[in-house]
């Protein structure tokens, strides 16, 4: 069976929260209101869409200043080892996203990640204006709140018959992490699986995803080795 890691992209796969980071730096207005909102979304009061077009409201930012601001924030120096090894084992990485396409897409290229499949919310900027776009809302298994539900993206890799390990940190994996096979949790997302009895296995890094997932590749080895019949 084919494994298919659904990682995270801010504050996972990113050292840190693009989207919110651009949030805080560019939005006008009245900031208590803001964190109010995103208190909510964090106590499930409020769905990541309507949070999302309403920080999109508050932004005043052109493309080129938002796609400068997010050059500068680094990726975990182990995640593209980690994707090449999967790729060497037959497995699939996939970047889901509830941050915005824009970024995701041009931090992945730099690291030479382009051709990685990723889905994440969309962006049009029209002068100072981001308009959000939703492309995944509609997907079979969405939640029906998220911009980019990971919920659906745990069932299509279902659908394909893949095992499915979640790779995140925050809020924007919840919908997943009771669905997927395996989790691997930090920060955020390893204290809300706790709190709900949902196993998570914690990590820091993609260089500790990698050496959880070679332990793994070696466990199924030794297993289907040990389950096929004398002399096969
Ligand atoms: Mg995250
Ligand atoms: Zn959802």
New binding site residues.
């Given amino acids: 069976m084919r494994t298919t890691w659904l990682c995270?992209?801010?504050?996972?796969i990113a050292r840190t929260?693009v989207g919110a980071a651009l949030v805080e730096r560019y939005a006008r207005g009245d900031r208590a209101r803001r964190r109010a909102l995103a208190e909510a979304w964090r106590a499930g009061r409020l769905g990541s869409r309507a949070l999302i077009v309403a920080e999109c409201a508050a932004v005043r930012v052109s493309h080129d200043e938002a796609l400068a601001f997010a050059r500068g924030v680094e990726l975990d120096p182990g995640f593209a080892a980690f994707a090449a090894a999967a790729a060497g084992r037959g497995e699939r990485v996939e970047v889901v996203?509830?941050?915005f396409d824009f970024y995701v897409r041009e931090l992945l290229e730099r690291a030479g990640l382009g051709p990685l499949p990723r889905s994440a919310n969309r962006v049009r900027f029209a002068g100072d204006r981001m308009i959000p776009g939703f492309p995944t809302r509609a997907l079979a298994g969405a939640c029906g709140r998220c911009g980019n539900c990971k919920a659906a993206h745990v069932a299509r890799a279902r659908a394909r018959g893949d095992r499915v390990v979640l790779v995140?940190?925050?809020?924007?994996?919840r919908c997943a992490a009771p669905l997927a096979d395996q989790v691997l949790a930090k920060?955020a997302?390893l204290r809300w699986c706790r709190e709900r009895g949902i196993a998570a296995q914690p990590f820091d890094g993609f260089a500790d995803v990698e050496r959880i997932a070679r332990a793994r590749a070696g466990a199924v080895h030794h297993a289907d080795t040990a389950a096929a019949p004398a002399g096969s």
């Fill in positions: 995270d992209f801010d504050g996972t929260d996203s509830d941050g995140g940190d925050g809020c924007s994996d920060g997302l």
